[in-house]
């Protein structure tokens, strides 16, 4: 058949040949081992030259299935998947690079992967510089003193940076880099790194991929020699996604298309009025005119997705006074699921950074992420309104 769209693969792929007897869903399939009647079967399949399963640590027919739905979002040549987003990221870093490596990356990517940066990389005598995230000249420069590895992360949690994908990756390719993008604010709805030029893309599928805030996991795809590379060292390392969260992802990818579409158009709405609000001293979206680099955003994204962050004029003690009095909208760290969810950032993205660290990141103490939901927008607008008044 011809390349589907997206919003069909996000229905069908990767589901058909992993349902069983007919039914519509495919099951959650909980055996730890898979057994064979005779030892040469046996022997094919822990060789790879027969498909089937062995042991769930490395492959899982539910797992199976969601590895090829975000394949097939990504247009990759190949999938795997993690227990979180942060084993995606660590284990693809740890397999990728050796003592005396070199990687460049920015100053905002997420909480996690910026400490990984700073202390586990570094330990193990991996070099890392971290460049200005909104300095794309200065990126470059970086990159063309030789790396090994050149991660990038776009737009931004929670300031909502963007950095010019294809710009950098034909810079990181020039000195013999592997490009790795974290595209989980994005989603393969808005953005297609790979499309870019990018070697690699990761997601923390905890956040739109699932939609619903139920269920962790994370996808690394890409390049098939470098995807089974990474996977052959999550197979050992064991951050391996159980069949259960699987099947939760595998659902909410079903609407992920639909939820992207809505929360794009409310987040734009939403972010256009704060910025004409009084109280409101700064507006982070990437679709608004406003935006620094909004242009660049126009021109590698297809919508500006759910996330924005904004300033309040009277900083934290304000923060402090509305976010109480916001009814519809969590409390809480997580992102990109159907309730709208937010807080400053030192309680959600870099809540595992500290004070001087967020500092250094150019994150504001007095900023308040606002992951929209798939609420009516109206009614959002409405809450902000009472909240801010
Ligand atoms: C949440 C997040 C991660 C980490 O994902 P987990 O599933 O929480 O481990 C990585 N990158 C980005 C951009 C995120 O928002």
Redesign the pocket.
């Known amino acids: 058949m011809n390349p589907l769209r997206q919003a069909t693969d996000a229905v069908w792929a990767g589901e058909e040949h992993q349902r069983l007897t007919g039914a519509t869903v495919v099951p959650v399939s909980l055996g730890v081992a898979h057994g064979y009647p005779d030892v040469d079967t046996w022997q094919a399949v822990a060789r790879g030259q027969t498909p089937g399963h062995i042991y769930a640590r490395n492959t899982n027919p539910t797992v199976d299935a969601f590895e090829h739905k975000i394949r097939a979002l990504e247009q990759a040549d190949d999938a795997t998947s993690f227990s979180?987003?942060?084993?995606a990221?660590s284990n693809t870093l740890f397999a990728l690079l050796e003592p005396g490596d070199r990687v460049v990356s920015v100053k905002d990517t997420?909480g996690?992967?910026n400490q990984i940066f700073l202390h586990t990389l570094p330990h193990w005598s991996v070099d890392v510089e971290l460049c200005d995230t909104a300095d794309a000249d200065a990126i470059e420069a970086a990159i063309g003193k030789g790396s090994a590895l050149v991660y990038l992360?776009t737009p931004t949690?929670p300031t909502l940076k963007v950095i010019p994908i294809a710009r950098l990756a034909a810079a990181a390719h020039a000195v013999g880099a592997v490009v790795v993008v974290?595209n989980?604010?994005a989603t393969p709805i808005n953005q297609s790194p790979l499309a870019l030029g990018v070697d690699l893309v990761?997601h923390?599928?905890?956040?739109y991929l699932g939609g619903h805030a139920d269920a962790?996991?994370?996808a690394l795809c890409g390049r098939r020699e470098l995807v089974r590379k990474v996977f052959h060292h999550r197979e050992i390392t064991g951050a391996s996604l159980d069949a259960m969260s699987a099947y939760l992802l595998l659902r909410g990818m079903k609407t992920l298309s639909l939820r992207v579409e809505r929360q794009n158009a409310s987040a734009l709405e939403i972010a256009r009025w704060l910025e004409r609000h009084p109280r409101v001293s700064q507006v982070n979206y990437p679709g608004l005119a406003s935006h620094p680099q909004h242009d660049i955003a126009a021109n590698q994204m297809r919508g500006f997705g759910g996330m924005l962050s904004f300033a309040l004029k009277g900083g934290f003690d304000e923060v402090t006074r509305v976010l109480p009095k916001l009814h519809l909208m969590h409390r809480a760290a997580n992102?990109g699921a159907v309730e709208t969810g937010g807080g400053p950032p030192a309680t959600t993205?870099h809540v595992e950074c500290s004070a001087e660290e967020r500092a250094a990141m150019g994150i504001p103490e007095g900023l308040i992420r606002y992951s929209v939901g798939i609420e009516a927008v109206e009614d959002l607008i409405a809450d902000l309104a009472q909240a801010l008044a």
């Not at 979180?84 to 084993?87: E, F, N, P, S, V």
Request: proline share 0%; glycine share 18%.
């Open positions: 979180t987003g942060m084993a990221i997420y996690g992967t992360e949690n974290d989980t604010a990761i923390s599928a905890t956040k962790m996991g994370g992102l993205s």
